[in-house]
């Protein structure tokens, strides 16, 4: 079973999934300028090959750092050496009963109406696979800066199954379709 599978008919999306001897796998997801990776282990049962990867960690982002500001309003701020990537950042402030969304700027920037906020969600754009959300103790606090985890584009595996098909595998994509089946063939 060991080898390299690349997905077939999917227009300008380039992916595929290695399995090594030592039953560990590799996962690659290229389209445009984004690049996605995956890693984990292996193994066959019947003709299933299952992939899982370690568990996915809770959240995409860090709270680096809150406090009160003397300015009006709220300031969610992302920071990250790569100054393109702050500009795809989705964030949504809430206090439970206004709910409100807003992307960042090119400088990361989001800047909200005052209100209390009692969570702060965000989503990254370029790998939206889910939203990490962020329960806030302090009311007072107004400023908010967050960085990415160095995971956040890291594609994780949950005892995924893929079937054997003479020598390819059949299954699904995980950035993809949901409960679409894509065909890899063996390289």
Same mark, same amino acid.
């Given at each position: *079973?060991?080898?390299? =599978? =690349? %997905?077939? @008919?999917?227009?300008?999306? @380039? $992916?595929?999934?290695?399995?090594?001897?030592?039953?560990? &796998?590799?996962?690659?997801?290229? =389209? +445009?300028?984004?690049?996605?990776?995956?890693? +984990?282990?292996?193994?066959? #049962?019947?003709?299933?090959?299952?992939?899982? $990867?370690?568990?996915?960690?809770?959240?995409?982002?860090?709270?680096?750092?809150?406090?009160? !500001?003397?300015?009006?309003?709220? !300031?969610?701020?992302?920071?990250?050496?790569?100054?393109?990537? %702050?500009? =795809?950042?989705?964030?949504?402030? +809430?206090? +439970? !009963?206004?709910?409100?969304?807003? *992307?960042?700027?090119?400088?990361?920037? *989001?800047? &909200?109406?005052?209100?209390?906020?009692?969570?702060?969600? %965000?989503? &990254?754009?370029?790998?939206?696979?889910?939203?990490?959300?962020?329960?806030?103790?302090?009311?007072?606090?107004?400023?908010?800066?967050?960085? &990415?985890?160095?995971?956040?584009?890291?594609?994780?595996?949950?005892?995924?199954?893929?079937? %054997?098909? @003479?020598?390819?595998?059949? @299954?699904?994509?995980?950035?993809?379709?949901?409960?679409?089946?894509?065909?890899?063939? #063996?390289?």
């Amino acid at each position: *079973m060991t080898g390299e =599978y =690349y %997905l077939t @008919g999917v227009r300008e999306v @380039g $992916s595929g999934i290695k399995l090594n001897a030592d039953s560990t &796998f590799e996962f690659f997801f290229a =389209y +445009g300028a984004l690049d996605r990776f995956g890693t +984990g282990t292996w193994k066959q #049962r019947d003709e299933q090959i299952i992939l899982t $990867s370690r568990p996915r960690p809770p959240k995409d982002f860090a709270l680096v750092t809150s406090r009160k !500001t003397p300015d009006k309003g709220i !300031t969610i701020r992302i920071v990250d050496p790569n100054k393109q990537l %702050l500009r =795809y950042v989705e964030c949504t402030t +809430g206090n +439970g !009963t206004d709910i409100r969304r807003e *992307m960042a700027n090119a400088d990361g920037e *989001m800047h &909200f109406a005052s209100l209390p906020v009692e969570a702060i969600s %965000l989503r &990254f754009e370029l790998c939206p696979d889910r939203y990490s959300a962020f329960t806030i103790d302090s009311k007072a606090h107004n400023y908010f800066e967050f960085r &990415f985890e160095p995971w956040i584009v890291e594609v994780f595996f949950e005892n995924i199954a893929y079937t %054997l098909s @003479g020598k390819d595998l059949e @299954g699904p994509h995980p950035l993809l379709e949901p409960g679409k089946k894509y065909s890899f063939v #063996r390289n």
